[in-house]
């Protein structure tokens, strides 16, 4: 059974630089794409970028290049998305998946921008 566990999320001033864990189970990650989505209020859940197996290449969506890093640890059945720069328009519940968002979704972790 996949379980997709994020975390890291806070209330953070605009600037900050939060870095949000996914820690994945059940499945062997080295295999896998994974991607991070989010969802803002009112809003569909969005892609914000993917990372290839070995962590070699990411594509990142244009609203957050050069702001959002995403990286991964296979080792540590983990990947990360480290933010910078954040804006309130950031604001959103953040979900990690696999490349296409075929696994069953976790609860997400609620980053917040607010001065």
């Known amino acids: 059974q996949v379980q997709l566990v994020e975390s890291g999320g806070d209330l953070v001033q605009p600037g900050g630089f939060p870095r949000l864990s996914c820690l994945v189970a059940?499945?062997?990650?080295?295999?896998?794409?994974m991607s991070w989505y989010r969802q803002a209020p009112g809003k569909e859940r969005e892609l914000v970028g993917f990372?290839?197996?070995?962590?070699?290449?990411?594509i990142i969506i244009d609203s957050v290049k050069g702001r959002f890093t995403i990286s991964r640890d296979n080792a540590k059945n983990t990947v990360y998305l480290q933010m910078k720069s954040l804006k309130s328009d950031d604001t959103a519940v953040y979900y990690c998946?696999?490349?296409?968002?075929?696994?069953?979704w976790g609860q997400g972790t609620q980053v917040t921008v607010s001065p």
């Open positions: 059940g499945i062997t990650l080295s295999s896998h794409d």
């Open positions: 990372i290839t197996k070995a962590g070699d290449n990411t």
């Open positions: 998946n696999t490349r296409w968002g075929a696994r069953p």
